[in-house]
């Protein structure tokens, strides 16, 4: 699976983006979907994820996001979406979109994560 994160750009404090990622496969909905994000000298951070339909769809949020971010996808154009609402300047990050076969219940950790884009670098001003 290819994936392709676009949407990034600079954005104010209070502000919005929705992020994309295009995948080159057909056969998406049999995906596990994520979004993480990373800052230069940390970690990559989990954000958000989204389980395929056939296990239900469930969604999954950082407790920094929560509230303000909503993982989606669209089975029909093989894309998965991050709307992100209420921007805070701590949200500047390069935010990845991955995709794994098998769920990992340490969906939290990148390495349970296969696939991954290229990234997409968000800044926030204050």
């Known amino acids: 699976v290819q994936l392709q994160a676009s949407g990034g750009g600079l954005v104010q404090a209070g502000g919005f983006l929705r992020l994309s990622c295009a995948a080159s496969?057909?056969?998406?909905?049999?995906?596990?979907w994520a979004w993480f994000r990373q800052t230069p000298g940390r970690e990559r951070e989990f954000v958000a994820a989204?389980?395929?339909?056939?296990?239900?769809?469930?969604?999954y949020y950082a407790n920094s996001v929560k509230g303000r971010y909503t993982i989606s996808r669209d089975k029909d154009k093989n894309t998965l979406y991050l709307q992100m609402n209420s921007l805070k300047s701590e949200d500047t990050a390069v935010y990845y979109c991955?995709?794994?076969?098998?769920?990992?219940?340490?969906?939290?950790?990148?390495?349970?994560?296969?696939?991954w884009g290229q990234g997409t670098l968000v800044t926030v001003s204050s």
């Open positions: 991955a995709a794994v076969l098998i769920w990992n219940v340490q969906y939290g950790t990148p390495t349970a994560w296969y696939y």
């Open positions: 496969k057909r056969t998406f909905s049999r995906y596990h």
């Open positions: 989204i389980r395929q339909m056939g296990a239900g769809g469930s969604t």
